[in-house]
């Protein structure tokens, strides 16, 4: 996590009878990180892209599905208030629209869906794609 990575120093009680040259050290300190943090955060966010030729029988299964994944997602469970690393963005084009869902911690039916997404993105980068594979997945 970028804040454990890059971490700031100081609260607002140890600022208290803080002398003035210390309390600069440590904002320029906490800017620095800060900004480390944020440059992180962003590479994360990166998204990168390529063409990878499919059937359109499983570019439609495919996009049934991602469709009905994010129309559908119902989170479950306790809230997470911290955003961290462990994050999954599902996006499709439907009509003239991006959808997108964003996952922290995915769990149960979105973490199936994250490792059935990755698994595919790894094979087809291997050229080891098996469409009937994940064609019988996407049921």
């Not at 890059?6 to 803080?18: D, H, K, L, R, V």
């Not at 943090?37 to 495919?62: G, V, Y």
């Not at 995915?106 to 087809?124: F, G, H, S, W």
Request: hydrophobic share 40%.
């Amino acid at each position: 996590m970028a804040s454990m990575k890059y971490p700031s120093i100081a609260s607002g009680s140890e600022w208290a009878g803080m002398p003035e040259d210390r309390r600069k050290q440590i904002i320029n300190h906490n800017r620095a990180a800060f900004a480390k943090q944020q440059e992180e955060r962003l590479a994360l966010l990166k998204i990168e892209s390529s063409s990878i030729p499919i059937s359109n029988q499983f570019a439609e299964k495919l996009y049934q599905k991602m469709v009905s994944f994010i129309d559908t997602y119902k989170a479950k469970g306790v809230g997470t208030l911290l955003v961290d690393d462990n994050e999954v963005v599902f996006r499709n084009v439907v009509g003239h629209e991006v959808w997108s869902l964003s996952i922290i911690h995915p769990r149960d039916v979105a973490l199936k869906m994250t490792d059935l997404c990755n698994q595919i993105v790894t094979d087809a980068r291997a050229n080891k794609l098996v469409e009937k594979k994940y064609i019988s997945a996407l049921h």
